[in-house]
């Protein structure tokens, strides 16, 4: 009896179950997809964070009546602030990208600062404390080129300001003058990303001012639905 259940086992076949193996082609067209996928994701992550701030400016520039027309020169593509470290009055080194998160309107000279630079700070004042509650949403931001020392009575009248020490060749890695003109000459708009995204003609003159401010103030409208006051 035994002979026959030995025999009968060794009558079957031995069964083995067989898992068919993934082809080549079809694995590397699923990564394809999901690549793309995971681009097409953060692509859209992207286009989201950044809607706010595009139609502000599609707000202000495309929009608007054609009769509105800018004062200062809109600068595309914007440019990005640089990675740089600069330091304050005490000469502490400050990030400049700590200046983030507020619009800014940004003056460049030499600690001398002649008669056209205090023209420039005082154009800075008058245009801020013009804009009343939104001053809040805003700074204004003298960068120092070189070490020359900076006059104590000219410091007082700062005490609003944001003052920081810059070398000249790393300003000019982020704003640049209009050609002929140099990097003093100008006043610069700074979105709260930290865009240069404008920059006022050349050596303002008092009459100018409130072209300026004008601006200044439709962008802050235009922007008041995504940036606020505060870093």
């Known amino acids: ?90 000469g502490q080194p400050v990030a400049l990208r700590s200046l983030k998160n507020q619009w800014l309107l940004v003056s460049v000279a030499g600690g001398a600062c002649p008669a056209e630079c205090q023209q420039n700070l005082f154009f800075q004042r008058q245009t801020r404390a013009a804009l009343g509650r939104e001053r809040d949403r805003t700074d204004w931001v003298w960068l120092v080129t070189d070490d020359a020392p900076l006059d104590a009575a000219l410091l007082a009248g700062l005490q609003d300001a944001v003052v920081l020490r810059l070398p000249k060749d790393q300003v000019a890695q982020w704003l640049r003058p209009q050609a002929g003109s140099e990097l003093q000459d100008h006043l610069y708009l700074v979105d709260p990303q930290g865009d240069w995204m404008m920059r006022f003609p050349a050596n303002l003159q008092t009459d100018q001012a409130p072209k300026m401010r004008k601006d200044w103030d439709r962008l802050l409208r235009a922007s008041v639905s995504w940036d606020k006051a505060g870093r």
């Open 1 to 90: 009896m035994v002979d026959n259940k030995a025999d009968s086992l060794e009558s079957k076949p031995l069964g083995l179950t067989v898992y068919d193996l993934p082809e080549p082609g079809a694995v590397a067209d699923a990564d394809a997809r999901q690549t793309a996928s995971g681009r097409l994701r953060m692509l859209l992550v992207l286009l989201v964070c950044a809607a706010p701030v595009i139609a502000s400016y599609l707000t202000y520039y495309v929009l608007r009546p054609q009769s509105l027309r800018s004062f200062g020169e809109l600068i595309l593509p914007v440019v990005a602030m640089p990675d740089l470290q600069a330091k304050d009055v005490k």
